[in-house]
Nanobody, 123 residues
Framework: VQLQASGGGLGQTGGSLRLSCGIS????????MGWFRQAPGKEREFVAAIAWSGGSTYYEDPVKGRFTISRDNAKSTGYLQMNSLKPEDTAVYYCATSPYGSHWRSVYGYTDWGQGTQVTVSS
């Protein structure tokens, strides 16, 4: 599985950015797609996940109500709409796919990762 993340860049506090993650060379049908982020000097942390088939969504508390995860099955693409951006959202964002039915909040629940896309939010 190849994942290609895009859409990062520079945003302003209170602004919006939309990340995309395209899936190619699929060798399995993922159970879920997740988004994680990693700020300098910090561990990679869970942001959001979506069940690829049913569409159920899961969010970490700091982004609830501001970020929306979605997917387009036909395009094999996942999205992370980020609104009301804050400087603390600054990080490299990674998309990942999971062949498992659980543990989607953990990095260990995913086997394939995109290359990461930088998001920088200015104050």
């Amino acid at each position: 599985v190849q994942l290609q993340a895009s859409g990062g860049g520079l945003g302003q506090t209170g602004g919006s950015l939309r990340l995309s993650c395209g899936i190619s060379e699929r060798t399995y049908s993922p159970y879920a797609m997740g988004w994680f982020r990693q700020a300098p000097g910090k561990e990679r942390e869970f942001v959001a996940a979506i069940a690829w088939s049913g569409g159920s969504t899961y969010y970490e508390d700091p982004v609830k109500g501001r970020f929306t995860i979605s997917r387009d099955n036909a395009k094999s693409t996942g999205y992370l709409q980020m609104n009301s951006l804050k400087p603390e959202d600054t990080a490299v964002y990674y998309c990942a796919t999971s062949p498992y039915g659980s543990h989607w909040r953990s990095v260990y629940g995913y086997t394939d990762w995109g290359q990461g896309t930088q998001v920088t939010v200015s104050s």
